[in-house]
């Protein structure tokens, strides 16, 4: 698994970014697939999972509402649509494979992480 996270950039509050994270080896198909975030300063957290046929969602309560977790099979990739985005919603996304069928929010179940993308939201 090689994992790519891009679409990061700079957004005013209330704007909207789309997150994207392919494998370029498409090899995460059978895996559950999560976004993870660093704010600055602080530990890396939860964001939302999705279940390897992409069937179930799982959000922190934080972005609930806002942001959409979605996957294209077909192009190994997965998606993290961010709308009604606040300031603080700035940090790095980071994209990981679950060991197996996991997409839960503990990131020690996470097996492969992609380099992270910068988010940054101004208000």
């Known amino acids: 698994v090689q994992l790519q996270a891009s679409g990061g950039g700079l957004e005013q509050s209330g704007g909207s970014l789309r997150l994207s994270c392919a494998d370029s080896?498409?090899?995460?198909?059978?895996?559950?697939v999560g976004w993870f975030r660093q704010p600055p300063g602080k530990e890396r957290e939860f964001v939302a999972a999705i279940s390897w046929r992409g069937g179930d969602t799982r959000y922190a309560d934080s972005v609930k509402g806002r942001f959409t977790i979605s996957r294209d099979n077909a192009k190994s990739t997965v998606y993290l649509q961010m709308n009604s985005l606040k300031p603080e919603d700035t940090a790095v996304y980071y994209c990981?494979?679950?060991?197996?069928?996991?997409?839960?929010?503990?990131?020690?179940?996470?097996?492969?992480w992609g380099r992270g993308t910068l988010v940054t939201v101004s208000s």
């Open positions: 080896r498409r090899t995460f198909n059978n895996n559950g």
């Open positions: 990981a494979v679950g060991r197996g069928t996991y997409y839960g929010s503990t990131p020690g179940s996470y097996q492969y």
